[in-house]
């Protein structure tokens, strides 16, 4: 059975720097072809792809957002670590982590975190 | 980057009836194409993926088509648990991106 759970700060000020945790289970990315991404949702607004990391390491990025995004990995702890530096208040928005599927699908969603930015 | 347009952006309709949605891409992505529902407060769920390909669990009222840059998702009979926002991605190539989503309404 595959779960993804995200975890982190629900408030964070402007102009600091976010760190949110992704753990899983029933899947290993050190296996070949696995990968997780990040992706977002403003309130009200549509979902928005920030990152991706395989189990090669290879990561992936938003071109938008890419300067302020960092994403690793801890395949011990079945984890998965986005950082958003610089953070607004146009940041806030719910974030999710999931599973991508091999045929690039993203097949497991965590239940998403509500991360809002305000001083 | 790969750009997504959905149409319509919302749509009224009753249960029973037909709904297809569209989706085009602003560059082929052959069928790396994967549609998802999304109700209020909840995570997206995958619907289909490789543009024609059922996911799991899904009815068989869902089906998928297209390839290249565009792409259709039909719901052949409306359920009242159908309405939800619907959202397109593409799989083709990073950044992987969204579509705007398409909110379906009760008539």
């Known amino acids: 059975q595959v779960t993804l759970k995200e975890s982190g700060p629900a408030l964070v000020k402007p102009t600091q720097t976010l760190t949110l945790t992704c753990t899983f289970s029933?899947?290993?990315?050190?296996?070949?072809?696995?990968?997780v991404s990040w992706i977002r949702q403003p309130p009200g607004k549509a979902l928005e792809w920030l990152a991706r990391i395989d189990w090669d390491d290879d990561k992936f990025y938003s071109t938008s957002l890419k300067t302020r995004l960092t994403i690793s990995k801890d395949t011990s702890k079945n984890q998965v670590v986005l950082t958003m530096t610089n953070m607004d208040p146009v940041d806030t928005a719910t974030y999710y982590c999931?599973?991508?599927?091999?045929?690039?699908?993203?097949?497991?969603w965590g239940q998403g975190t509500l991360v809002t930015v305000s001083s | 980057d790969i750009q997504m347009t959905q149409s319509p952006s919302s749509l009224s309709a009753s249960v029973g009836d037909r709904v297809t949605i569209t989706c085009r891409a602003s560059q082929s992505i052959s069928s790396y194409l994967n549609w998802y529902q999304q109700k209020p407060g909840k995570a997206p769920k995958l619907l289909i993926y490789?543009?024609?390909s059922l996911q799991s669990g899904v009815p068989s009222r869902f089906s998928g088509s297209g390839s290249g840059t565009d792409f259709t998702l039909t719901i052949s009979s409306l359920q009242p648990e159908d309405f939800a926002t619907y959202y397109c991605?593409?799989?083709?190539?990073?950044?992987?991106?969204f579509g705007q989503g398409t909110k379906l309404e009760i008539k």
């Open positions: 999931a599973r991508i599927h091999p045929a690039g699908a993203l097949d497991y």
């Open positions: 490789a543009a024609s």
């Open positions: 029933g899947f290993s990315l050190s296996t070949s072809g696995m990968r």
């Open positions: 991605q593409q799989s083709y190539s990073s950044p992987y991106s």
